[in-house]
């Protein structure tokens, strides 16, 4: 893994000192950048070419979304994992939309931080495990899809029943398939989505407003 310029963006200077020390470990990380706001973020963004942020949702003066938002139009390969806790999930489909490509609990330890940074260096999305269940407890399916994509109607069923941490073997039932038939479509799901795990595959559909929060 090639070493990596890391933005922490979060109002609270605790949180980012205390990130800033785990990070600072990781003999992967050459630099880490701060600020405190949205409207920071972006004018260090001009100054900086980070391989990852770690942004904040809620924040004063520009929060995580709209900075989210901007900062892709201004560079969409850049990797933004949102900081979250379990009281902020009206906001997973907003910054998903907005282009983050995963979340990680605020209170995540070494090893998370460890997990969540090769996981997206890597081309994948990363939900912490707490977060993942909990966006997948609160899914439910829209009657029609907001944007086109390239999915049959039965692959879109079979998503929405993976988004809902449904096995193949239970998906199969509910939509009387065969499991066989299940594994297939699964298997083109992460081709045609370019997924590699169920995240991956939640972040699909709900971008693609098959699902939502």
């Given at each position: 893994?090639?070493?990596?310029?890391?933005?922490?963006?979060?109002?609270?200077?605790?949180?980012?000192?205390?990130?800033?020390?785990?990070?600072?470990?990781?003999?992967?990380?050459s630099?880490?950048?701060?600020?405190?706001?949205g409207?920071?973020?972006?004018?260090?963004?001009?100054?900086?070419?980070?391989?990852?942020?770690?942004?904040?949702?809620?924040?004063?003066?520009?929060?995580?979304?709209?900075?989210?938002?901007?900062?892709?139009?201004?560079?969409?390969e850049?990797?933004?994992?949102?900081l979250?806790?379990?009281?902020?999930?009206?906001?997973?489909?907003?910054?998903?939309?907005?282009?983050?490509?995963?979340?990680?609990?605020?209170?995540?330890?070494?090893?998370?931080?460890?997990?969540?940074?090769?996981?997206?260096?890597?081309?994948?999305n990363?939900?912490?495990?707490?977060?993942?269940?909990?966006?997948?407890?609160n899914?439910?399916?829209?009657?029609?899809?907001?944007?086109?994509t390239?999915?049959?109607?039965?692959?879109?069923?079979?998503?929405?029943?993976?988004c809902?941490?449904?096995?193949?073997?239970?998906?199969?039932?509910?939509?009387?398939?065969?499991?066989?038939?299940?594994?297939?479509?699964?298997?083109?799901?992460?081709?045609?989505?370019?997924?590699?795990?169920?995240?991956?595959?939640?972040?699909?559909?709900?971008?693609?407003?098959?699902?939502?929060?």
């Amino acid at each position: 893994m090639e070493a990596l310029t890391v933005i922490l963006v979060d109002d609270h200077r605790l949180f980012r000192e205390g990130l800033r020390m785990l990070l600072n470990q990781m003999p992967v990380i050459s630099q880490v950048y701060e600020a405190s706001n949205g409207a920071e973020f972006l004018q260090l963004l001009g100054k900086t070419n980070p391989g990852l942020v770690f942004m904040d949702i809620n924040m004063p003066v520009m929060n995580g979304i709209e900075a989210c938002r901007q900062a892709m139009a201004i560079n969409p390969e850049l990797k933004i994992i949102a900081l979250s806790m379990f009281a902020e999930e009206d906001y997973y489909t907003s910054m998903i939309n907005a282009g983050a490509c995963g979340f990680m609990l605020k209170n995540s330890g070494i090893e998370d931080v460890e997990e969540c940074l090769k996981s997206v260096v890597a081309g994948h999305n990363y939900f912490s495990p707490e977060i993942l269940a909990g966006i997948v407890k609160n899914l439910s399916r829209k009657k029609k899809p907001s944007r086109v994509t390239e999915l049959s109607d039965r692959e879109e069923e079979v998503l929405y029943g993976i988004c809902q941490g449904q096995s193949n073997q239970e998906i199969a039932v509910a939509l009387n398939l065969s499991k066989r038939t299940v594994d297939k479509h699964r298997e083109n799901l992460l081709l045609k989505t370019g997924s590699r795990n169920t995240a991956g595959l939640v972040m699909y559909a709900i971008r693609h407003g098959i699902a939502e929060v």
